[in-house]
């Protein structure tokens, strides 16, 4: 088996109004050193087979496919 990591990001320049709220929240809260939060995701997955190559390659196809939508959001894949 194969873990993997993929970490979705919104791209610089697409507002984030999630992001907003929690910077606006951690500063009610006392947190008053937060400039600037930016909101993502993280898709934690197991692949059957020991191939890294074709496994970096099926992830991508995924993110590209369903997991980020590429026109405003960024992946990093990780493969443990």
Known sequence: MIKARVTVTLKNGVLDPQGKAIEGALGALGFDGVHQARQGKVF???????????????LKAMCEKLLA????????????
């Open 69 to 80: 939508n590429t026109v405003i959001e960024n992946f990093s894949i990780s493969i443990d």
């Open 44 to 58: 934690d997955l197991q692949l059957e087979g020991t191939d890294k190559a074709k496994a970096e390659a099926d």
